[in-house]
C-alpha cells in the first residue's frame, strides 16, 4: 500500500501543467495544493514561465531539485507519455493524469493509454486515471480537485467515483447536505489502479467509517464480491451503480470505457455480499450519513408521529410502497397516548396528534418503548427551536425597522429561551431513550436542506437523529437500514 501512502498522504508535490491563466484546469489543481494542503514541498511544472501564482517553476519533472512522492499531471494527452517518462526517472511513486482523450475516444487513444501504463509499471509508478477530476484526504486537507474538493469537511464517509465530471455533483450534493468527507478519488480510466484498488484500500483506511461510490463497470468484479464480503458486516458500503438499461450500458462504455456487465449480475452480487444499493446521490448521502449516526432497526415496523393527517398518510404510503410495515399499536402504547392526546386522535398508527405539536416528546417516548416498534419517523415537533431561533432573529430585524417596542423583542427572546431549554431537557431524555432502546428516531423538516448550519440540527445528527427534507426520503433510509440489519443477522 505505499503508493496510496505517497498519493493520499504524499510529503513532496509537482504539478505538471501548473498556470497562471485562471481558466486552465492546471491553474485550478496547483491553486487547490497551493492553498488547502499542508505538504512540506510543491513545485510547479512549467516550462514557459518562471513562476506559477507567486512559486518557481521548473521546465521538467527531470529538472526538480528532489524526487516527489506524488505528480499531478494536466497537461495535453499527446505529452502524458512524456511526463510519465519523466516520473519514472524520478523515481516518482503515485501520478495522477487528470488529462482525458485516451483510452475512452477509441482505439488510437487506447493505444496511447497502454503504453502509458506499460511505461509506468515498468518503472514502479502507479497511476489514477487518466481522465479523471483528482482526489483529497481531509485529515491533511490535501487535494487536487480543482476548487478544493468544494468541501473539505473532515468526516467518515469516503467517495470513490467512476465518474469526473458527476463527481463534481456528488462532492457538490454532499456539502450542500453537510457531509463530512474522509477520502475522495477519482479513478477515470481505471488504466493502471482500478476501482478495486481503492475499495480494498479504504476497507483498511480507520479513518472511513462508510463507503460510498459511483459505479459504472467494474473491472474485477470477482476481486470486489471477495472485499465486499470481508468487510460489509463491519464497514457498510452504498453504491450508485448506473446502467440499470442498455442506453445506460452504452453511455458508460463510451464514458469510461468502463465494463458495464448485466445489471442482473450486479444485483445479484450486491444482494450477496450487503451492498447496499440506491439511485441517487441524495439517496446515497442519506443512507451513508443514516448508517454513521443512526441505529440500525431490529425489524421493519414503523410509528410514524405526525402533526397532521395527511402527512401521516403519505408517510404511511411511502412505508409500504418501500418494503415496511406500519406497526400495530400496542393497548399499553395507546392507553399512554390517550393521557396526553384529545380523544379525536385516530387511536391508529400514524399517530395523528391533531396539531398539538407541543405534545410530540410525551407522545414520543411509549413508541419508542413499545416493543411491536423498530424504528419512528416524527413529521415535525424535533429540533424546532432551530428553526424558530432563525426565523426570530429575522423577525428581530424586520420589527426593529418597524420601531416595534422594545418589551415585545424582549417577551420574544424570553419566549424562545423558555421553549429552548425545555427542548434541551426534552433533547437530552430523547437520546438517552434511543441508546436505551437502540432504536433509530427520524424526523421531516421541509426545511432540513437549509439547516446544515443551525447548530441543533448538527446537534440531532450527531446523536443519531437524521432530518430528510421529504417523509418518502426518510421512509427510503430505514428501508435500506432494516434490509442491511437483515444482512447482519444473516
Same mark, same amino acid.
Given at each position: 500500500?505505499?503508493?496510496?501512502?505517497?498519493? &493520499?498522504n504524499?510529503k513532496?508535490? #509537482?504539478?505538471?501543467?501548473a498556470?497562471? #491563466?485562471?481558466?486552465? !484546469?492546471?491553474?485550478?489543481?496547483?491553486s487547490?495544493?497551493?492553498?488547502?494542503?499542508?505538504?512540506?514541498k510543491?513545485?510547479?511544472?512549467?516550462?514557459?514561465t518562471?513562476?506559477?501564482q507567486?512559486?518557481k517553476?521548473?521546465?521538467?519533472?527531470?529538472? %526538480?531539485?528532489?524526487?516527489?512522492?506524488?505528480? @499531478?499531471?494536466?497537461?495535453?494527452f499527446?505529452?502524458?507519455?512524456?511526463?510519465?517518462? *519523466?516520473?519514472?526517472?524520478?523515481?516518482?511513486k503515485?501520478?495522477l493524469?487528470?488529462?482525458?482523450?485516451?483510452?475512452e475516444?477509441?482505439?488510437?487513444?487506447?493505444?496511447?493509454?497502454?503504453?502509458?501504463?506499460?511505461? #509506468?509499471r515498468?518503472g514502479?509508478?502507479?497511476?489514477v486515471?487518466?481522465?479523471?477530476?483528482?482526489h483529497?484526504?481531509?485529515?491533511?486537507n490535501?487535494?487536487?480537485?480543482?476548487?478544493g474538493?468544494?468541501?473539505?469537511?473532515?468526516?467518515?464517509?469516503?467517495?470513490?467515483?467512476?465518474?469526473?465530471?458527476f463527481?463534481?455533483?456528488?462532492?457538490?450534493?454532499?456539502?450542500?447536505?453537510?457531509?463530512?468527507?474522509?477520502?475522495?478519488?477519482?479513478?477515470g480510466n481505471?488504466?493502471?489502479?482500478?476501482?478495486?484498488?481503492?475499495?480494498?484500500?479504504?476497507?483498511?483506511?480507520?479513518?472511513t467509517?462508510?463507503?460510498?461510490?459511483?459505479?459504472?463497470?467494474?473491472?474485477?468484479?470477482?476481486?470486489?464480491?471477495?472485499?465486499?464480503?470481508?468487510?460489509?458486516?463491519?464497514?457498510?458500503?452504498?453504491?450508485v451503480?448506473?446502467?440499470?438499461?442498455?442506453?445506460?450500458?452504452?453511455?458508460?462504455?463510451?464514458?469510461?470505457?468502463?465494463?458495464?456487465?448485466?445489471?442482473?449480475?450486479?444485483?445479484?452480487? &450486491?444482494?450477496?455480499?450487503g451492498?447496499?444499493?440506491? *439511485?441517487?446521490v441524495?439517496?446515497?448521502?442519506?443512507?451513508?450519513?443514516?448508517?454513521?449516526?443512526?441505529?440500525?432497526?431490529?425489524?421493519?415496523?414503523?410509528?410514524?408521529?405526525?402533526?397532521?393527517?395527511?402527512?401521516?398518510?403519505?408517510?404511511? *404510503?411511502?412505508c409500504?410502497?418501500?418494503? $415496511?410495515?406500519?406497526?400495530?399499536?400496542?393497548?399499553?402504547?395507546?392507553?399512554?397516548?390517550?393521557?396526553?392526546l384529545?380523544?379525536? !386522535?385516530?387511536?391508529?398508527?400514524?399517530?395523528?396528534?391533531?396539531?398539538?405539536?407541543?405534545?410530540?416528546?410525551?407522545? $414520543? !417516548?411509549?413508541?419508542?418503548?413499545?416493543?411491536?416498534i423498530?424504528?419512528?419517523?416524527?413529521?415535525?415537533?424535533?429540533?424546532?427551536?432551530?428553526?424558530?431561533?432563525?426565523?426570530?432573529?429575522?423577525?428581530h430585524?424586520?420589527?426593529?425597522?418597524?420601531d416595534a417596542?422594545?418589551?415585545? %423583542? +424582549?417577551?420574544?427572546?424570553?419566549?424562545?429561551?423558555?421553549?429552548?431549554?425545555?427542548?434541551?431537557?426534552? %433533547?437530552?431524555? %430523547?437520546?438517552?431513550?434511543?441508546?436505551?432502546?437502540?432504536?433509530?428516531?427520524?424526523?421531516?423538516?421541509?426545511? @432540513?436542506?437549509?439547516?446544515?448550519?443551525?447548530?441543533?440540527?448538527?446537534?440531532?445528527? +450527531?446523536n443519531?437523529?437524521?432530518?430528510?427534507p421529504t417523509?418518502?426520503?426518510?421512509?427510503?433510509? $430505514?428501508?435500506?437500514?432494516?434490509?442491511?440489519g437483515?444482512?447482519?443477522?444473516?
Amino acid at each position: 500500500m505505499e503508493h496510496f501512502e505517497s498519493l &493520499f498522504n504524499p510529503k513532496s508535490v #509537482a504539478v505538471v501543467g501548473a498556470s497562471n #491563466a485562471l481558466e486552465k !484546469w492546471g491553474a485550478g489543481v496547483f491553486s487547490s495544493v497551493l492553498r488547502t494542503s499542508k505538504v512540506e514541498k510543491l513545485y510547479p511544472v512549467n516550462n514557459r514561465t518562471d513562476e506559477v501564482q507567486g512559486v518557481k517553476t521548473y521546465p521538467s519533472v527531470r529538472d %526538480l531539485p528532489e524526487q516527489v512522492d506524488f505528480v @499531478a499531471i494536466v497537461v495535453p494527452f499527446n505529452s502524458v507519455l512524456d511526463v510519465v517518462k *519523466d516520473c519514472v526517472a524520478r523515481g516518482v511513486k503515485s501520478a495522477l493524469v487528470i488529462t482525458a482523450g485516451l483510452g475512452e475516444t477509441g482505439s488510437e487513444g487506447a493505444k496511447l493509454q497502454e503504453e502509458i501504463v506499460r511505461t #509506468a509499471r515498468e518503472g514502479s509508478l502507479r497511476l489514477v486515471g487518466p481522465n479523471c477530476m483528482g482526489h483529497f484526504n481531509t485529515t491533511n486537507n490535501f487535494s487536487t480537485v480543482r476548487g478544493g474538493g468544494m468541501s473539505l469537511e473532515k468526516g467518515n464517509i469516503g467517495v470513490i467515483s467512476e465518474s469526473g465530471g458527476f463527481a463534481g455533483h456528488i462532492l457538490q450534493c454532499g456539502a450542500e447536505m453537510g457531509v463530512g468527507f474522509s477520502k475522495f478519488v477519482s479513478t477515470g480510466n481505471e488504466a493502471d489502479l482500478h476501482f478495486e484498488d481503492f475499495f480494498e484500500y479504504y476497507a483498511q483506511d480507520e479513518e472511513t467509517k462508510v463507503i460510498t461510490a459511483y459505479i459504472e463497470g467494474l473491472r474485477e468484479g470477482s476481486r470486489f464480491f471477495k472485499i465486499a464480503r470481508e468487510i460489509t458486516k463491519t464497514k457498510p458500503v452504498v453504491v450508485v451503480k448506473v446502467g440499470r438499461t442498455k442506453a445506460g450500458v452504452r453511455a458508460a462504455k463510451s464514458h469510461t470505457s468502463a465494463i458495464a456487465g448485466s445489471d442482473n449480475v450486479y444485483d445479484a452480487m &450486491f444482494k450477496q455480499s450487503g451492498v447496499i444499493r440506491v *439511485d441517487e446521490v441524495e439517496e446515497l448521502f442519506d443512507v451513508a450519513s443514516g448508517l454513521l449516526h443512526m441505529p440500525i432497526p431490529r425489524g421493519r415496523r414503523v410509528a410514524i408521529l405526525t402533526f397532521g393527517g395527511g402527512f401521516g398518510c403519505v408517510t404511511a *404510503d411511502a412505508c409500504e410502497r418501500l418494503g $415496511l410495515e406500519v406497526a400495530q399499536l400496542s393497548p399499553h402504547t395507546i392507553e399512554a397516548l390517550n393521557q396526553v392526546l384529545p380523544e379525536r !386522535w385516530p387511536h391508529a398508527n400514524p399517530v395523528d396528534m391533531v396539531g398539538f405539536g407541543e405534545v410530540t416528546y410525551p407522545c $414520543l !417516548w411509549p413508541l419508542i418503548e413499545d416493543d411491536n416498534i423498530d424504528s419512528v419517523i416524527v413529521i415535525g415537533g424535533i429540533g424546532q427551536m432551530g428553526m424558530m431561533r432563525r426565523m426570530a432573529r429575522f423577525r428581530h430585524d424586520s420589527f426593529e425597522e418597524q420601531d416595534a417596542p422594545p418589551s415585545f %423583542l +424582549e417577551q420574544a427572546e424570553e419566549a424562545i429561551k423558555a421553549r429552548e431549554e425545555e427542548e434541551k431537557k426534552n %433533547l437530552t431524555k %430523547l437520546y438517552d431513550y434511543m441508546a436505551k432502546y437502540n432504536k433509530p428516531v427520524v424526523t421531516f423538516n421541509r426545511h @432540513a436542506s437549509r439547516m446544515k448550519d443551525v447548530p441543533v440540527f448538527n446537534e440531532l445528527k +450527531e446523536n443519531g437523529i437524521m432530518i430528510y427534507p421529504t417523509p418518502e426520503r426518510a421512509a427510503k433510509v $430505514l428501508s435500506h437500514l432494516a434490509a442491511y440489519g437483515e444482512y447482519l443477522k444473516s
